[in-house]
């Protein structure tokens, strides 16, 4: 069975770090572009991040760059993001997808397959 599984939310202070990780299971996603998207309130699920699948290439939503870094880890079969300064708007739920036929695309649509989320909560 093909799983991504996050993990890592919770509820931090705003200004705190947080490092969310997604687990890779079911096959390999050595060739995959992984992304991360993220759901706040009463809103629809957006782009936050995506990186390569040979990590050489990576993309940050404008709302998140300087704060936020996406990483792989092949070996392991594991994505992460390291969210730094984190401010009450990036209460979300936080997804990990893989995208086998684009290279670092933006676009929910290109995805194949996505973890069941992370919550995340940031307070003042």
């Known amino acids: 069975q093909v799983q991504l599984v996050e993990s890592g939310g919770g509820l931090v202070q705003a200004g705190g770090p947080l490092r969310l990780s997604c687990a890779a299971s079911?096959?390999?996603?050595?060739?995959?572009?992984m992304g991360w998207f993220r759901q706040a309130p009463g809103k629809e699920r957006a782009f936050v991040a995506v990186?390569?699948?040979?990590?050489?290439?990576?993309y940050y939503a404008d709302s998140v760059k300087g704060r936020f870094t996406i990483s792989r880890d092949v070996a392991k079969i594991a994505l992460t993001l390291q969210i730094n300064s984190l401010k009450l708007e990036d209460t979300a739920v936080y997804y990990c997808a893989a995208a086998g036929g684009s290279w670092a695309p933006t676009a929910q649509n290109q995805y194949d397959f996505w973890g069941q989320g992370t919550q995340v909560t940031v307070s003042s």
């Open positions: 079911g096959r390999s996603f050595s060739r995959d572009a």
């Open positions: 990186i390569s699948w040979t990590s050489t290439t990576k």
